[in-house]
């Protein structure tokens, strides 16, 4: 009746997940409880569930994200203490099939539901508001989007309740992964919750590919588009390319496991070596689609506070898409050492360092962008220096790797882990907290503390050079990584400091926490009534803040690159903004809960495929198609919004651009 | 005057009424037509945005059949002392197949035109003839697998088998999924009419039954064919 699912899923013997699961628990059923309480479910139901709104869903993915980056966090800490407390006689606290699943749940975890959210939650909320436009192409398919990757994440939660999770590594290498190997659910936790999330990751793809080629406003040209336009097309465009490599190894492996087939067995003519050609050449781009955002959020940084535009902006632009194409054609480096030989090796050896160039490229560009401009200090602006320094020498690092002799030496061991993170920690955590800081105030309406953020900042900033320069020398020392108990007891000091620089890390992360609580408590006080707090440059900084749902009244005319400049330059040397337009009623789409129920009959397929409870799955593929075609019936798919309103709200907007217009104004006479 | 002055103008304008985009009609480059989303004259239309969506969506899946399609080059003579292409392959069969599916995609093709000349009761028996052509293919591909089956050739065997089974077998899911589909674009025909967004469906469907054909030409070519005369 119910497959392989027993009472002895339930890990009662383990006080570690057993507590986690409880603790859990209790905070989702407090959360529960107090919306039931203050009588929010009307309000969650309509104005986040099943909103269509690209701004609510980008806030959605954020949340999601910041969630699973602290679960993440929480199994790096507990990582990095095990090895500090497992030297020599020492056992340390965590039995090795539990630590095992702990490196596995971090790597998946923070790759696909921490940094992937996040990165797609800012792509969501800031593409179609720098475009000029609405929405994206397909609102509901973006719900759709958002709700299956929630669905993913809840799965590989549960398997910490439920079951258990994948001992394998972030990426399930065959013949470890087949069943032969590993006869529990923990591999099938894996595939489903990635094969789930990583459809709704795919059609985000096809969502932006054709938001940003196909919806701008008049005259946004493809040269006007500002950088981070730029960044999610190249991303996008990969995650059309490779997700559905993702896709097919993962379905593979599925029916390798499920069904006794032979693709990547090491009996009966199956081969491995073709899983790791496979999921890496989905892998590499993978880091690239992370961090081809992040780079696009540091443009927008930069530019903003050092008064200037992005210098170089056609040859960033030729960087980013050498880098989407030039992205695909590394993935080798991944398994120099499994046998390809020297000439495959060098080319691919090759083509890493290529890469670097266009990475090389769109550092200079930033650095000459502060050149000669007002350089602000603000707290994004710290986050992005910070990047320059610390993805330098990741980078570096990276090009050492990319020598296949050299690789030979340190491959798989403690500096690799401290290379990928220097470069995912520098390059993508980095423009997630300075995304987060530079479009908090566009988002929420207020501004979030100075102090406290540049305190997070400098936290993280020496915390992750502590953590992870002891591991580069360990590395070197020829520490492999995922030891769950180190023998050689020289190595314990530099493992002490690394956890060192965890407690640092942790006290980076608390005061984020606090700059949150204080920033909310005093949000009054830090109310953005401009719409324009940071003196922005492109068009979402023309719109109050939090901007309207239907964004703009009007669509914006764009003239020539950085849209919302020109018109600012403009109205401060007139001293009147443009004459006010002819409102008219703006067509949205409404809200659907096609989503939430293709992501709840998702997660019932998914977990009864994960525990072959067949029956089960069959009625959760019918729940989803009956929800499709039930959905396809629908009659309405717009309202409008009257004029009247439009008018309103423009109005409103125009008063406080008139206000900022006297105030800068009186500023530049000033000087 | 009559109708007949002008012919030519005449009909050009009326061609730009029924397309305003005029897509395939207008050379690259500068000239901005409002809707198209092309050279900066603000969001398409959404005709255009629906289509090219989903031209995209087929991308990726062409990409996802790629991916085994290569798992089949990289396994082909990974037999395990199993049988090998050539003990599979019952080429009048597999043109039935063929013909079968290619035939499907044309009365497609004409249910479209049909449903662009917004006659219903052509649209529906061409849909329903699409149906039952590809019904065939899927009822022909079974009955393949199922005599395999019989024979001891399943995919537990050997690499090469699972790679075999894994391609052709994806195909079939497309084409049965396919046929659930164009099920519920009959009926949603029959009840709602040709809608603007029910047109936009019958575009999708219509490029994604048209993608399937070029997939099996590679998998006829590739799998049988080179198997044939391996």
Redesign the interface.
């Known amino acids: 009746m119910f497959g392989k699912l027993t009472w002895s899923a339930i890990p009662f013997d383990q006080p570690i997940p057993l507590i986690t699961s409880i603790v859990l628990i209790l905070v989702i059923l407090g959360v529960l409880a107090l919306v039931t309480v203050r009588g929010w479910w009307g309000m969650l139901w309509r104005e986040w569930i099943t909103s269509v709104d690209h701004k609510r869903i980008g806030i959605m993915y954020g949340l999601l994200g910041v969630v699973m980056l602290v679960r993440g966090f929480a199994d790096a800490v507990m990582m990095r203490s095990q090895q500090a407390f497992a030297v020599g006689a020492h056992r340390g606290y965590l039995a090795p099939e539990h630590y095992d699943q702990i490196f596995s749940a971090h790597g998946t975890i923070m790759i696909f539901f921490a940094a992937m959210p996040l990165v797609i939650g800012f792509m969501n909320f800031v593409t179609p508001l720098q475009l000029g436009v609405r929405d994206v192409a397909f609102p509901t398919l973006n719900s759709v989007s958002f709700w299956l990757t929630a669905s993913g994440a809840l799965l590989v939660n549960i398997s910490l309740f439920v079951g258990e999770f994948a001992r394998t590594g972030w990426l399930p290498y065959p013949p470890l992964s087949e069943s032969a190997y590993s006869p529990g659910v923990g591999v099938d936790y894996y595939l489903w919750a990635i094969q789930i999330s990583g459809i709704g990751t795919l059609m985000t793809g096809i969502n932006f590919v054709t938001t940003v080629l196909k919806l701008r406003c008049p005259g946004m040209s493809y040269l006007r588009m500002p950088m981070f336009c730029w960044t999610t097309l190249a991303s996008s465009l990969l995650i059309v390319a490779v997700f559905p490599i993702l896709s097919a190894t993962l379905a593979m492996l599925s029916l390798d496991r499920v069904f006794g087939w032979h693709y990547f067995t090491s009996d009966a003519g199956g081969n491995p070596m073709m899983f790791m050609n496979l999921i890496w050449a989905w892998g590499h781009p993978e880091v690239y689609i992370l961090v081809l955002p992040a780079f696009g959020i540091f443009s927008e940084v930069f530019s903003t506070f050092s008064g200037k535009p992005l210098f170089g902006y056609r040859s960033m632009v030729a960087a980013t898409l050498f880098i989407c194409i030039v992205a695909m054609m590394t993935w080798l480096h991944h398994f120099f050492t499994m046998g390809s030989g020297p000439a495959v090796n060098t080319a691919f050896g090759i083509s890493t360092s290529v890469i670097a160039v266009g990475t090389g490229v769109k550092i200079y560009n930033w650095i000459f962008t502060m050149y000669g401009g007002r350089v602000r200090m603000t707290v994004p602006m710290l986050w992005s220096l910070g990047f320059i320094f610390t993805f330098v020498i990741g980078g570096m690092t990276g090009v050492l790797l990319a020598v296949p002799p050299a690789d030979f030496l340190v491959h798989n061991s403690m500096f690799l882990v401290a290379h990928f993170h220097n470069v995912i920690v520098g390059g993508v955590v980095f423009a997630l907290f300075a995304g987060l800081d530079y479009w908090f105030p566009k988002a929420f309406g207020f501004r979030l503390h100075e102090g406290w953020g540049k305190a997070a900042f400098w936290l993280a900033f020496i915390g992750f050079w502590v953590t992870f320069v002891p591991l580069y020398w360990l590395g070197m020392l020829g520490m492999t990584r995922r030891l769950q108990h180190v023998w050689i007891p020289e190595w314990g000091p530099l493992l002490d400091w690394s956890l060192a620089g965890v407690a640092i890390l942790v006290a980076g992360a608390a005061a984020q926490v606090i700059m949150l609580v204080v920033s909310i408590r005093q949000r009054d006080r830090r109310r953005d009534t401009t719409g324009d707090p940071w003196d922005g440059r492109s068009l979402e900084w023309a719109t109050p803040s939090p901007p309207p749902f239907f964004n703009f009244a009007q669509l914006p005319d764009v003239e020539g690159e950085e849209a919302y400049w020109t018109i600012k330059l403009r109205a401060l040397e007139s001293q009147r903004l443009d004459p006010e337009p002819h409102y008219q009623a703006v067509e949205m789409p409404v809200n659907s809960a096609v989503g939430f129920f293709t992501a709840f009959f998702a997660t019932v397929t998914g977990f009864s495929l994960i525990w072959h409870i067949w029956w089960l799955a069959g009625l959760g593929l019918l729940g989803a198609f009956v929800g499709f075609v039930f959905f396809a019936w629908r009659d309405v798919h717009e309202f409008h919004v009257p004029a009247e309103e439009v008018a309103r709200a423009d109005r409103a907007r125009r008063a406080a651009r008139t206000a900022l217009l006297g105030e800068r104004g009186a500023e530049a006479a000033a000087s | 005057m009559s109708g007949d002055a002008l012919p030519a103008a005449r009909e050009t304008l009326r061609r730009r009424g029924e397309d305003p985009h005029r897509l395939g009609h207008r050379a690259h480059g500068r000239e901005a037509v409002a809707g198209t989303?092309r050279?900066?004259?603000?969001?398409?239309s959404k005709r255009?945005?629906v289509g090219?969506?989903f031209w995209?969506?087929l991308?990726?899946?062409v990409?996802?059949f790629a991916?085994?399609f290569?798992?089949f080059a990289?396994?082909r003579d990974?037999?395990?002392g199993g049988p090998t292409m050539r003990a599979l392959v019952d080429m009048p069969r597999v043109a039935a197949e063929t013909g079968a599916l290619l035939l499907s995609s044309y009365a497609c093709g004409l249910s479209y035109a049909a449903a662009n000349a917004r006659n219903k009761l052509w649209t529906q028996v061409l849909l329903v003839l699409t149906g039952l052509l590809g019904l065939a293919f899927v009822a022909m591909e079974l009955q393949e697998f199922v005599g395999l089956a019989g024979r001891g050739i399943v995919?537990?065997?050997?690499?090469?088998?699972?790679?075999f089974?894994?391609l052709v077998g994806l195909h079939g899911l497309h084409v049965t999924l396919g046929g659930?589909w164009l099920a519920?674009m009959v009926a949603?025909v029959q009840f709602?009419g040709f809608r603007p967004?029910i047109m936009h469906?019958l575009t999708c469907f219509n490029l994604f039954w048209h993608a399937l054909d070029i997939v099996w030409i590679g998998i006829f070519s590739i799998v049988y064919l080179m198997g044939a005369s391996a």
């Open positions: 989303g050279g900066g004259s603000g969001p398409a255009i945005v090219y969506g995209i969506f991308l990726s899946d990409i996802l991916c085994f290569a798992t990289v396994q990974a037999t395990a995919p537990q065997r050997s690499g090469f088998l699972t790679a089974f894994g659930v519920t949603q709602k967004e469906r």
